[in-house]
């Protein structure tokens, strides 16, 4: 079965700084990973996917992400933080073959400090 | 197009009553869910469809029925609602139930409270 890990349910940076968010995966067979922002009340909007092609993948807004098979990981970052990156990020993922579900990690609320 | 829409937005109900979740999406995606938002607990998948006339169950899909008769439209009923499932309920699409077009697009939400 899969399942998705985010460790830290809250995150803060100051603007200007590096965000980094953690996402851990299990998985029997390698899967697709996403990640997804969610602005307050509103729905999930995809930042970035990883699909098996490369293992770094860039997303919208200046975030990107590395698939690391060897740490079953898939971490979220951007070199500088916008006051406007402030939201919810989950880490999602899915089977590449046997299965259609997406799960998703608990989320990690990221907070922007002026 | 529209996306994924969602009605209604807000919804607040008794304990024991029912009703229906309507959601649909214009882009002739094969694969809809539905989700549900709690704090802390991220987005748990209720039910999901890859395709008309299929469903099956997601982690937690007691207490919640679906049917798929069209491409487009897959509600999500609440039999007889419970507290437990006061939450923010979103609905998915995506475009093939597998393969590499993995990305799900969702609607706007609903959020419901039962009392």
């Known amino acids: 079965a899969q399942s998705v890990t985010q460790l830290g349910s809250h995150v803060s940076v100051s603007e200007g700084a590096l965000v980094l968010l953690r996402c851990n995966y299990s998985s029997s067979v390698p899967p697709y990973l996403f990640w997804y922002v969610q602005y307050p009340n509103q729905g999930l909007q995809l930042l970035l996917k990883y699909t098996s092609a490369a293992t770094l993948v860039k997303g919208i807004n200046g975030f990107e992400a590395e698939f690391k098979k060897s740490e079953t990981s898939f971490h979220l970052t951007k070199p500088s933080a916008h006051m406007s990156d402030a939201a919810e990020y989950f880490c999602a993922v899915s089977p590449a073959t046997g299965g259609f579900k997406t799960i998703f990690g608990a989320g990690t609320r990221l907070f922007v400090k002026a | ?115």
Request: glycine letters at 12%.
């Open chain 2, 1 to 115: 197009n529209a996306g994924v829409t969602q009605t209604p937005k807000f919804q607040v109900l008794k304990t024991g009553q029912s009703m229906t979740l309507q959601c649909a999406q214009d882009m002739n995606h094969e694969y809809m869910s539905w989700y549900r938002q709690d704090p802390g607990m991220g987005l748990r998948l209720i039910h999901y469809s890859v395709g008309a006339g299929i469903t099956d169950q997601g982690e937690v899909p007691n207490g919640y029925n679906v049917s798929r008769s069209t491409t487009e439209d897959f509600p999500l009923r609440l039999l007889s609602a419970a507290p437990s499932q006061t939450s923010v309920y979103f609905c998915a699409s995506k475009l093939t139930a597998g393969g590499p077009t993995g990305e799900q697009y969702f609607g706007p939400g609903t959020r419901l409270t039962v009392t």
